[in-house]
T-cell receptor, first 113, second 112 residues
């Protein structure tokens, strides 16, 4: 079975540029999560969706960050404009139920120069 | 952001030895999860705990939900080289939400 698929795996761009991270959750999963992982702050939940609707975006750091889920099989996390402090590994994850096992993608390693 | 205190931060052990790690907090949690993360990959859920005092096993792994609900423990018996990785605990503060606070991680290295 295909797991959570994220793209790109790596992204290097200059500050000020728009960055779009993509995620395809596991088919049938109704919860989708975006996390950010850094050495300083560890794993942080940015936002999560239930049935394509954003439920809690209180972890989104600034207005420069936005996330969408136009359908059950696709989500994007966008940063515009990007800054060097946005450099991190961004994970997408999905689950079938609120207390179900969460499956993580392999992450996008983002470097903002 | 808020993080759980996880210890030890890192450990080297000999293959075949048992491993213990824990997470503690001043807050009370409703659910505890334990994950393992390999380099270049996302965390993989190992064990989920839903009740205070609960003891759950998954193969050589055993985890317990502390009776005070402020801590959790993970034990790995008879470690093998593929146990190498970073282990994270995650606690859920409030029921009905998927906001989990993650621990700082325990980096495990197994010497063959």
């Amino acid at each position: 079975d295909a797991g959570v698929i994220q793209s790109p795996r790596h992204e290097v761009t200059e500050m000020g540029q728009e960055v779009t991270l993509r995620c395809k959750p596991i088919s049938g999963h109704d919860y989708l999560f975006w996390y950010r992982q850094t050495m300083m702050r560890g794993l942080e939940l940015l936002i999560y969706f239930n049935n394509n609707v954003p439920i809690d975006d209180s972890g989104m750091p600034e207005d420069r960050f936005s996330a969408k889920m136009p359908n059950a099989s696709f989500s994007t996390l966008k940063i515009q404009p990007s800054e060097p402090r946005d450099s991190a590994v961004y994970f997408c994850a999905s689950s079938l139920a609120l207390l179900g096992g969460t499956s993580f993608g392999d992450g996008t390693r983002l470097s903002i120069l | 952001g808020q993080q759980l205190n996880q210890s030890p931060q890192s450990m080297f052990i000999q293959e075949g030895e048992d491993v213990s790690m824990n997470c503690t907090s001043s807050s009370i949690f409703n659910t505890w999860l334990w994950y393992k993360q390999d380099p270049g990959e996302g965390p993989v859920l190992l064990i989920a705990l839903y009740k205070a005092g609960e003891l759950t096993s998954n193969g050589r792994l055993t985890a317990q939900f502390g009776i005070t609900r402020k801590d959790s423990f993970l034990n790995i018996s008879a470690s093998i080289p593929s146990d190498v990785g970073i282990y994270f605990c995650a606690g859920q503060l409030t029921s009905g939400t998927y906001k989990y606070i993650f621990g700082t991680g325990t980096r495990l290295k197994v010497l063959a």
